[in-house]
């Protein structure tokens, strides 16, 4: 654990904190204006519009190019709304439904060799966040039905990949700016130059 914290640097440690406390703050907001659309539904508001929350894995991902960011975000987000009890905490099971999404969209990136350097890999990255998430609070609190779970994971995946785009698109204004540092040895990613380029 030791060696992979140390590859980062004390500005990776910055914004996976700003992240994870963006992802918090937005949920206050976000969670009851989406229940008025998803209450009526009957699905979860996590599903609905968990994608727009994910998005600060992503973006930090991204701004880091590293992995294991997305599971320091994760697992800092778990301690804060265990710790604040803000909207959208589960109690002692934060560690399990906060921490899940970041673990898997971190081996999922390995997985594809992949570091948030494209749109398509940031619109995979938000949705396996989003439904992990979502299958996460479904195991722990609804144990929907078959079919309604599918249709609850799918609308997950959806709001996830969407969630993803948006990484993506604010990542690209960012790095328009210079506002996001510099990566592999002061340069981005040839990935991202190229798709920077289109």
């Given at each position: 654990m030791s060696k992979i914290l140390q590859r980062f640097r004390i500005y990776d440690f910055v914004i996976i904190a700003i992240m994870a406390a963006l992802g918090i703050a937005i949920k206050p907001v976000l969670v009851p204006l989406a229940h008025i659309i998803s209450g009526p539904l009957m699905i979860p508001s996590g599903a609905f519009a968990g994608g727009l929350y994910m998005m600060w894995l992503v973006v930090g991902y991204g701004i880091t190019g590293k992995p294991g960011t997305s599971t320091l975000i994760a697992l800092i987000q778990a301690f804060l709304v265990m710790f604040t009890g803000v909207?959208?905490?589960?109690?002692?099971?934060?560690?399990?439904?906060?921490?899940s999404p970041g673990i898997v969209m971190d081996l999922l990136l390995l997985?594809?060799?992949?570091?948030?350097?494209?749109?398509?890999c940031a619109v995979i990255a938000g949705a396996a966040a989003n439904v992990t998430g979502t299958a996460c609070v479904n195991i722990v609190f609804?144990?929907?039905?078959?079919?309604?779970?599918?249709?609850?994971?799918?609308?997950?995946?959806?709001?996830?990949?969407?969630?993803?785009?948006?990484?993506?698109?604010?990542?690209?204004?960012?790095?328009?700016?210079?506002?996001?540092?510099?990566?592999?040895?002061?340069?981005?990613?040839?990935?991202?130059?190229?798709?920077?380029?289109?």
């Open positions: 909207v959208g905490s589960h109690g002692v099971m934060s560690l399990f439904t906060y921490l997985l594809i060799g992949h570091r948030v350097c494209c749109r398509g609804f144990q929907a039905p078959g079919a309604y779970l599918l249709l609850i994971l799918s609308i997950a995946v959806l709001s996830g990949g969407i969630g993803g785009l948006l990484a993506w698109e604010l990542l690209k204004v960012l790095r328009k700016y210079n506002l996001t540092g510099k990566r592999e040895g002061g340069v981005l990613p040839a990935g991202i130059r190229e798709k920077e380029q289109q």
